[in-house]
């Protein structure tokens, strides 16, 4: 039996047949086509209908047992001490109950060094927002139009004026700086209402200036300085000093208790990573308890993280009533009062030291920080600053083992009794979590969006869903964006 395709494509399949004696055959074959009907000759079957799925269907299965077969290979050469050993594993699995349990095992390994490696990644600055700087800072140095006054003289007097909307942002990043305040400014309907005081170390003040001195925000008034402009008195400098060191110390704690330990379960890996990311040592994380003697000539003011998103206008936060409260905060989540996952006290806190058991409850929601509105006023009445500075060295006397890294722990603390609830629709933060479902309604209508969590909207490591809200707000146009080859 001769098979032949037909040359059409594998639509057609001729099926040659020749008999079996010796001339019978070929006379067979020299019918017409009634002999081919009284079975000899060549007969021709058409599988036009059936045959394309068969191939198609062998096209795919075929290298998946390719694939699978080396990927069986491999990985029962890396478990098996002895071809002996593999050969109870089969192509589609294995019977060797300790052989899966390997496997089991290596797959979780994988998942704990992928995610590890997650958290890394998150710790990087990207080359396109180091550019940034270092051109911005270079332009700063030739260019006297970057050096101009920030703000322009017949808006100065706004800067401590009660009647404007005063936005504080304490950042070391250009861009995230510059989509904070454009997103604010295209979200309000009256952004002339606005100053914006953004407060950044020695090191990106050349860069943050030369920014917003070249890149001005149309109506609204922005303000940059840096933290070496302040003259604080030595009494401030020292606790400031004593601040960082102990948050540094506490830092170093963990991470040396991580070093010990092995985690069954990847939330509480996760947990446990992103306390040691280098924000959480950061002196302009830290510097919001300092807020008050940042601005002593403001009352009230809303201050804002870098990774935030504005959606709605803000200005109905400064008519809020606080009740006589130092901060407005949100408390509940999205899915309802009381509902915060991941932000219960005892994520936050070590219930085992009696110091804090007697003191806190451990299912209570902590509030949220990054988009918080403050009444300075209020506060210069109170000894929050102080009580901050007390917790901190209750926490050094007690091994660093009150709570984990953060700058929200102590801050939970201090402003005990003074923190007014706020409705969650002003901020939905967590996006810098890894986010498998997003509820787009939710993220439309939020007023702020937050990327809370290791994935900056700026790394490559978050999701494309959400990242993209952020992206909107960068100008791809501009020069030094170009340059830099930032990309959404």
């Known amino acids: 039996m001769k098979f032949y395709i037909s040359a059409r494509g594998i639509n ?49 299965l075929l290298p998946f047992l390719f694939v699978r077969t080396a990927f069986v290979v491999l990985e029962s050469a890396s478990f098996c001490s002895s071809s002996l050993d593999c050969m109870g594993w089969r192509i589609f699995g294995g019977n060797d109950p300790a052989l899966m349990a390997k496997m089991e095992q290596m797959v979780q390994s994988a998942r704990r060094h992928e995610y590890i490696n997650w958290h890394l990644a998150s710790h990087g600055i990207p080359k396109s927002l180091q550019c940034l700087s270092l051109i911005l800072a270079e332009e ?23 009647s404007f909307h005063h936005v504080v942002l304490l950042t070391d990043n250009v861009l995230a700086a510059s989509v904070v305040i454009s997103s604010a400014v295209n979200s309000s309907t009256h952004p002339e209402k606005f100053v914006f005081h953004v407060v950044t170390d020695k090191k990106t003040y050349t860069a943050m200036h030369a920014w917003f001195a070249m890149n001005s925000i149309n109506s609204a008034v922005v303000e940059v300085k840096g933290l070496h402009q302040y003259d604080w008195s030595h009494k401030v400098n020292v606790a400031i000093k004593e601040m960082l060191e102990i948050h540094h110390l506490i830092w170093k704690n963990k991470y040396d208790s991580l070093k010990e330990e092995v985690f069954e379960y990847q939330q509480e890996l996760e947990k446990n990573l992103e306390v040691l990311s280098p924000s959480f040592v950061s002196l302009l994380n830290h510097l919001r308890i300092y807020i008050p003697e940042l601005f002593p000539d403001l009352d009230k003011i ?35 009062r ?12 070590n219930f085992t030291n009696p110091m804090i058991s007697a003191k806190l409850d451990s299912d209570r929601c902590a509030w949220l ?12 009445k109170t000894n929050i600053t102080a009580t901050y500075h007390q ?60 990327f809370s969590g290791p994935a900056k909207p700026w790394l490559e490591i978050g999701a494309p869903e959400v990242r993209s809200f952020w992206y909107r707000h960068v100008n791809f146009s501009n020069g030094f964006i170009k340059r830099c080859g930032t990309t959404g």
């Open 12 to 60: 057609r399949l001729t099926i040659s047949e020749a008999g079996g004696g010796g001339g019978g055959g070929r006379g067979a074959m020299k019918g017409g086509k009634g002999s081919a009907a009284a079975g000899g000759g060549t007969r021709r079957i058409y599988r036009r209908r059936v045959l394309l799925p068969v191939v198609l269907a062998l096209g795919l």
């Open 140 to 162: 700063y140095a030739v260019n006297a139009m970057a050096r101009s006054r920030l703000p322009s003289p017949e808006f100065v007097s706004r800067l401590t004026d009660p």
């Open 302 to 336: 809303v201050f804002l993280d870098d990774d935030i998103v504005v959606q709605h206008d803000l200005s109905s936060l400064w008519e809020l009533d606080l009740n006589g409260k130092v901060v407005g905060a949100v408390v509940d989540s999205w899915c309802g």
């Open 338 to 349: 009381d509902c915060c996952p991941r932000r219960k006290y005892n994520d936050f806190f």
């Open 369 to 380: 920080y990054g988009m918080n509105i403050f009444d300075l006023q209020a506060w210069r």
């Open 391 to 450: 917790w901190l060295k209750l926490n050094l006397n007690h091994g660093f083992t009150l709570w984990h890294p953060g700058a929200l722990p102590p801050a939970l603390l201090a402003f005990e009794g003074h923190m007014q609830r706020i409705d969650p629709s002003w901020h939905m933060a967590g996006l810098g979590h890894r986010v498998t479902q997003v509820n787009k309604y939710m993220l439309e209508t939020a007023a702020v969006i937050h």
